[in-house]
């Protein structure tokens, strides 16, 4: 869809959108692949998407959103959920 912007479009694909810190997207539709040393405290049991933003994040010092396909949204902080709203 051409109306959409850039941003709203990679959200709607599949993989991860990477943005920098003053919300630039950079890239879209990327496969994230922790490292053997990520370590995640929670979520393991939550699916691939939270698992893989819980090590990415525990890694990279990133915070990382995570919108699952059935609806919540998360975020992930040093390893761990510190948010998840409804949806």
Avoid: N
């Amino acid at each position: 869809d051409a109306s959409l912007s850039p941003l709203v479009y990679a959200a709607r694909q599949d993989g991860a959108a990477l943005l920098d810190d003053k919300g630039r997207l950079h890239i879209a539709m990327a496969i994230l692949k922790p490292p053997p040393e990520a370590r995640a405290d929670e979520e393991q049991d939550k699916g691939a998407r939270h698992t893989t933003a819980a090590q990415i994040s525990s890694v990279s010092g990133a915070a990382v959103l995570v919108v699952s396909e059935d609806g919540p949204i998360s975020i992930y902080s040093k390893g761990t959920r510190v948010l998840r709203i409804m949806g």
